[in-house]
């Protein structure tokens, strides 16, 4: 990736966000966000190419959806 790439970034593990790059010195990545006009630094490991690869990174990706089960707590008692 080089200066005025568009890259995504993976926030809390779960947002994928645009990005464009800003400039890359010694594997750190000045990114600006393309919505608010903000920015930070990132390593390399953190920007991906395509959309898809970033959503793929994610822990909704990785994690397989468990349905919730809520219990009464006398449900407990025998």
Same mark, same amino acid.
Request: glycine fraction near 8%; aromatic fraction near 10%.
């Given at each position: 990736?080089?200066?005025?790439?568009?890259?995504?970034?993976?926030?809390?593990? =779960?947002?994928?966000?645009?990005?464009?790059?800003?400039?890359?010195?010694?594997?750190?990545?000045l990114v600006r966000f393309t919505d608010t006009g903000g920015g930070i630094?990132?390593?390399?490991?953190?920007?991906?190419?395509?959309?898809?690869?970033?959503?793929?990174?994610?822990?909704?990706?990785?994690?397989?959806?468990k349905k919730k089960i809520t219990r009464n707590p006398y449900d407990y008692? =025998?």
């Amino acid at each position: 990736m080089k200066a005025g790439d568009i890259a995504y970034l993976v926030e809390s593990n =779960h947002y994928v966000r645009e990005v464009q790059v800003v400039r890359c010195s010694g594997g750190l990545f000045l990114v600006r966000f393309t919505d608010t006009g903000g920015g930070i630094q990132v390593r390399k490991n953190r920007l991906f190419v395509s959309k898809e690869l970033a959503e793929k990174s994610t822990r909704r990706a990785t994690v397989t959806e468990k349905k919730k089960i809520t219990r009464n707590p006398y449900d407990y008692w =025998h």
